[in-house]
Nanobody, 122 residues
Framework: QVHLQESGGGLVRPGGSLRLSCAASGSFDDYAIGWLRRTPGKEVRDFVARISTCCDEPYYSDIAKGRFTISRDATKNMVYLQMNNLTPEDSAVYFC???????????????WGQGAQVNVSS
């Protein structure tokens, strides 16, 4: 059984940085672990970034390119999202999610954490 738990959310000023952590337990052979976010007023969760467990290959959405970095520490079963140069538009609930890579490539995630709130405000 896969279990995901996010941490590291909070309040940050515009231009600031924040690192989200995802503690993952379970079996993740040929999986991808991703970050998605739900901004206020939206039902849909937008894809942010993912990393493959086979090869630690990252992939970013346009909203993340150049500002966010996803990484994984397999020894600790942790996935991180380093977010830099944050803007108020980045305020959202950020979810850690996991799925077999085949489905993650199709933006379908089977397992979800409960989410971490990020607020970017002065």
């Amino acid at each position: 059984q896969v279990h995901l738990q996010e941490s590291g959310g909070g309040l940050v000023r515009p231009g600031g940085s924040l690192r989200l952590s995802c503690a993952a337990s379970g079996s993740f052979d040929d999986y991808a672990i991703g970050w998605l976010r739900r901004t206020p007023g939206k039902e849909v969760r937008d894809f942010v970034a993912r990393i493959s467990t086979c090869c630690d290959e990252p992939y970013y959405s346009d909203i993340a390119k150049g500002r966010f970095t996803i990484s994984r520490d397999a020894t600790k079963n942790m996935v991180y999202l380093q977010m830099n140069n944050l803007t108020p538009e980045d305020s959202a609930v950020y979810f850690c999610a996991a799925s077999p890579l085949y489905w993650a490539l199709r933006l379908r995630y089977d397992y979800w954490g409960q989410g971490a709130q990020v607020n970017v405000s002065s």
